[in-house]
């Protein structure tokens, strides 16, 4: 699955030019997880604006919160919504996905392995 094809300094320049206030975490070497759910599951997330469906990166290249050092791996929290190719959007965040990353479906018992 492609990623943004920018460089980490690109990447960092286009973030900060488009997310002034924060809240964005550049990321490298990632997986999108699609969970397995029920459409009892499907319904109740999509009540609370999200999917079913994170991000886990091997490599941190930058967080504007520095909740991470670079380096860190991360897994964000649901998928509220995803845009322009590469922004991973969660309630509280939006991921900047760089390079390209898998996509890969994952059972909830896979994914309460990486918490």
Not at 38 to 60: C, F, G, K, M, S
Not at 74 to 96: A, K
Request: aromatic share 12%.
């Amino acid at each position: 699955m492609p990623g943004c094809s920018m460089s980490d300094e690109e990447a960092l320049r286009y973030a900060r030019k488009n997310f002034p206030n924060g809240n964005f975490c550049l990321v490298r070497d990632w997986i999108w997880l699609d969970i397995e759910t029920t459409d009892t599951q499907r319904h109740a997330l999509e009540n609370t604006q999200r999917q079913p469906a994170l991000i886990y990166a091997h490599q941190v290249v930058f967080d504007s919160e520095r909740r991470w050092d670079v380096g860190d791996f991360v897994r964000t929290s649901l998928l509220h919504q995803f845009s322009e190719g590469f922004h991973f959007r969660t309630l509280n965040s939006v991921y900047l996905l760089l390079g390209p990353g898998t996509r890969k479906p994952a059972s909830a018992d896979t994914i309460s392995c990486l918490i």
